[in-house]
Structure formats: structure tokens, C-alpha cells
């Protein structure tokens, strides 16, 4: 699911092409994608768009007349912006927005449809869109700790729940952890006070710097189909199952669940301990390595 910075990379690159013009024609090829009945979708025919914003992980034209377009990617969901008039990519294609300037395309990968589309009027009725997590690069240090010590959960479910921040997920809540030095599975209510103010360091440079680099990368050109991805060579955590830590050189570990990994070093996250795997280690049982000392010693 594209998060914080890449959101922020599509919102940059979109602003270039379509503050200032107007909606031309709104095509829609898949009408699950669209979940909202007033106004009616024809309505942002006509009118200029205003500002792009992001709302968590959500992309937001704002239109004249206190119209907005609220689209939620979900986890396949992506942008592909095209010549005007070009035809949209076959059966991934769910809708087009016609600018002078341009098409920009909706697609899903899959043949699940979990992105939405959404218009809305007036200011009240953008903000039920939002979850009300507290933005993560613009909060105080005292108000993210509150935040995160409202409840007591583990550190990857804090977050990555969007009632408490805004914007993050599977891929970057395991980078900020990384750079955190702590464990995704230590209670946030047992935090110390100097564990809160690193991890809050932490997100706002690792969000920061990622978002930089992606805004810089795509400044000539629109990111195209492979390039907003949860698995990104520069990572340091996720998605590196395996692979040498960047800063020991221990291997990194996962703890799998449904759809989702969490990926951490034990060397530098947990103190040597190997965190149980839900499956494998109840497959194993008392064959399940405890330290990374034993894991290694089985690895060979």
C-alpha cells in the first residue's frame, strides 16, 4: 500500500500537471471504484483543481465549489499519468480524469478492488475521510508521545494505526524501527521517555528523507507503474528477509501474519533474541532458535 512518501511523491508530481486545470472528463471503466452518490461523479466535470493534498494515506484534488476527490489507493492501487487521449492500460484500468495536460489513470493490479473513489462537498464532509491519526512529520515530540502511549500496544500496531498517525504502514513503520533501535513487538506503554524521543526522531527523519528522495527522483517525470513499491533496494529493514543488516551485518529476520511480514535485525532491535514466528515457531515448537546465536548455528 503506498504510504506517507509516496503519497507525497505522487501529490508533488501531480501538482505540476494539474493545479489550474480543469477536469475536462471523468471516464469510469470499473464502477466499484466509486463509492459516493452525492454529489453525482459527472459534477467535477468543468471545474479547475485547486490544490492536491494528501489526507493519511489518501490523495485529494480539491475543486472549485468546495468539491473534492478523495481516492484511496489501497494496496495495489497506483496513478499512471498519460499523453492526452492515450488509452489506458487494458483490464487494470478503473478510471481517467481529462486534463489539457494530460490523462491521469486509476489502475489495480489483481482482481481484487479494494481502491475508492469518493466525491465530496464541503470541508465537514472531507474530514470524515479522515481516520484522525496526528500527522507524524509535523507533530511535537509531547504530542506523539501521548499518542503513542495512549494505549498499550505494540510498537509495529502503533505505528501503523491510522487513528494515531497519519500515513504509515507496513514498509516504513519497519524502517523506523530499524533506525530506532527498537523492537516491533515492545509494549509503547513501556517505553522510556528517551526510547519516545528517539523513535520520534526516527520517523520524522526516516519519512523526511525518503520522501525527499522520492519527490527528487521523480521531478522530470510521473512515477510510473513499478516505482511506488513496498520493496525498495535502499531499505535497510523490509522486505530484506535474510539479507545482511546495513549496520551488523546480522541476517534480518520476519515475523509473518496473514498478508503482512514485519522485518527487524535481533542484533540491533531485540538484543540477539529471534521474535516468534506465530507459524513456524509453533510448527517447530522447542526447535524454534531463541537467539540469533542459534539460528545462525542451524543456518549452518
Known amino acids: 500500500m503506498p504510504e ?63 468539491l473534492h ?10 496513478l499512471r499519468w498519460l499523453d492526452k487521449g492515450a488509452n489506458p492500460p487494458g483490464r487494470i484500468s478503473l478510471a481517467h480524469f481529462d486534463f489539457p495536460t494530460g490523462r491521469l489513470v486509476i489502475t489495480e493490479a489483481g482482481t481484487k478492488r479494494r481502491a475508492s473513489l469518493h466525491v465530496v462537498e464541503g470541508s465537514t464532509s472531507l474530514t470524515a475521510h479522515n481516520p484522525g491519526g496526528i500527522e507524524p512529520l509535523t507533530s511535537e515530540a509531547r ?17 501503523t ?9 507496513n514498509a516504513y513503520s519497519d524502517e523506523i524501527l530499524h533506525a530506532a533501535s527498537l523492537s516491533p513487538v515492545q509494549l509503547t506503554q513501556r517505553l522510556t521517555d528517551e526510547e519516545i524521543a528517539r523513535l520520534h526522531a526516527c520517523t ?21 507503474a513499478g516505482d511506488v513499491t513496498a520493496f525498495r533496494p535502499d531499505f535497510a529493514a523490509h522486505g530484506r528477509f535474510g539479507q545482511p543488516c546495513p549496520v551488523c551485518g546480522t541476517k534480518i529476520q520476519r515475523i509473518r501474519y496473514a498478508e503482512n511480514e514485519t ?11 529471534v521474535l516468534a514466528d506465530r507459524s513456524l515457531s509453533r510448527l517447530l515448537k522447542n526447535d524454534w532458535p531463541r537467539s540469533i546465536e542459534a539460528f545462525e548455528e542451524k543456518q549452518g
Open 4 to 66: 506517507l512518501p509516496d503519497i507525497e511523491a505522487y501529490c508533488h508530481a501531480l501538482r505540476k500537471r494539474v493545479i489550474d486545470q480543469p477536469v475536462q472528463r471523468l471516464g469510469v471503466i470499473s464502477p466499484f471504484l466509486v463509492r459516493s452518490v452525492t454529489p453525482p461523479i459527472e459534477s467535477v466535470e468543468g471545474r479547475r483543481v485547486g490544490q492536491v493534498h494528501r489526507l493519511g494515506k489518501r490523495i485529494v484534488l480539491s475543486l472549485d465549489g468546495e
Open 69 to 78: 476527490v478523495v481516492l484511496h489507493l489501497m494496496i495495489a492501487g497506483r
Open 143 to 159: 504530542m506523539f508521545a501521548e499518542v503513542i502511549r495512549r494505549e498499550n500496544h505494540t510498537l509495529k500496531r502503533a505505528l
Open 204 to 224: 520524522v527523519q526516516v519519512l523526511t528523507n525518503w520522501m525527499e528522495k522520492l519527490k527528487s527522483e521523480f521531478c522530470d517525470r510521473f512515477p510510473g
Open 161 to 169: 494505526d491510522p487513528r494515531l498517525l497519519a500515513g504509515i504502514g
Open 263 to 273: 522485518n527487524y535485525c535481533p542484533r540491533c532491535q531485540t538484543g540477539g533474541r
